[in-house]
């Protein structure tokens, strides 16, 4: 495979970032190598600069549920295009995409739009503090809700693959009231209550963890999380950037019965502009800016772009029997995954809900940030490499979900299946 142009373009993207990238997991860091640099995207394919083809796994890290460039979506960006790109104002489109998204998570009473998951994530840990009047916060390890300085202990996500133990540059004072507990684990969180209940804000968690690799919620998790946060007086805080309309249209909130007091989302809901959102108990959010005392603003918040993105992708999205569709080639995928590996008698842990997948050589179930650790890194790195050269592109590290989309039905997925054992056969080869 061709590299020379994305090569001599990558050389020049690091005389101007950081590592020659706007956001780090890019870098190939994790895997080794060098990125690809991309020419253009249709469907379930990405192009490169050297004309390579390669079957998109990563879907913009999950936003591109119908793949990337779908008519409809191009349609209504170049339609929107023409009557202004930005207001700082009012108008119709924002309430289109709040009516959809309230459809869909019925415990949005009310929402609000912002840039990004990062946004969203500070947006709602001042608003928990701001309404509980608590400081103290709970998370997961490995567990990733934006860069915001609060959530940077134990997260998941770059911050995982860099192995960075904490974030320089956060002061201990920004996290010494983020307290982590074990995902999985609901004694690791009654420990935490028993020992500062009446100081805990809010237990916010990845309801499905897709920045550690993708881990599974056992039944009784999500809804002990519940039980335990209303008992003592704190919020539950769903964070659904990832997980939102894909692995179930209504959430992991709808999937598996649980009522969070507030919600995150992103990725998905730009349809591959920048969003987020948060949103809620009417309650608590009357607490915001303007009718109530926490702030929250954005020049670009409710951007009429990103607006009719999402809604031109959540309308095709929920039309009957495309979700069932992209679940079913999900599940494909991870079949093919799993018999893949036994052929080469490799141990693989295979996983998806909805249309998220992950994938880690390892011999143990994986239930948690620990049970990561012991997985073969190298192993993944190498079936990485003989996948991306044989033309398909799964995430560059063993730390980070999958996504597929509903283009990928069809040509993309056949390939994918055809070619796996390439990357199974360099995996097995140290
Ligand atoms: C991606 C992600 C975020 C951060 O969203 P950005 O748009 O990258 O800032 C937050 N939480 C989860 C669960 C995510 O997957």
Known sequence: MNSDRSHELFARAKTFFPGGVNSPVRAFRSVGGEPFIVKHG????????????????????????????HPAVVAALHEQAQLGTSYGACHEREAELAQVVRELFPSLELMRFVNSGTEAGMAVIRLARGFTGRRKIV????????????????????????????????????VEDTLVAEFNNAESVERLFDACGEEIAAVIVEPVVGNCGLLVPEPAFLKALRSITEKHGALLIFDEVMTG????????????????????????????LPVGAFGGRRDIMERLAPLGPV???????????????????????????????????????????????????????????GTMFGFFFSEKPVRSYRDTLSADKDAFNR????????????????????????????????????????????????
């Open 139 to 174: 998370k997961f390890e490995g567990c990733y809700h934006g860069h915001a300085d609060v959530l940077l202990a134990k997260a998941g996500s770059g911050v995982l693959t860099l192995g960075l133990p904490d974030c320089a540059g956060v002061p201990p004072s920004a």
């Open 42 to 69: 249709k469907g379930p394919f990405l192009f490169d600069v050297d004309g390579n083809r390669y079957v998109d796994y990563i879907n913009s890290w999950g936003p591109l549920v119908l793949g990337h460039a």
């Open 245 to 272: 309309f894909r692995v179930h249209l209504g959430g992991a909130q709808a999937l598996y019965g649980v009522r969070p007091d507030l919600t995150m989302l992103g990725k998905v809901i730009g349809g591959g």
């Open 383 to 430: 079936f990485f490499h003989a996948m991306l050269e044989a033309g398909v592109y799964f995430a560059p590290s063993a730390f980070e979900a999958g996504f597929v989309s509903v283009a990928h039905d069809g040509e993309a997925i056949d390939f994918t299946l055809a070619v796996l054992d390439q990357g199974f056969r360099a995996a097995k080869q140290r």
């Open 295 to 353: 702030y929250q603003a954005g020049t670009l918040s409710g951007n009429p772009l990103a607006m009719v993105a999402g809604l031109s992708t959540l309308s095709e999205w929920r039309k009957p029997g495309v979700f069932e569709r992209a679940v079913g080639v999900t599940e494909r995928l991870v079949e093919g995954l799993r018999a893949g590996a036994a052929n080469h008698g490799l141990p693989l842990v295979a996983q998806s809900v």
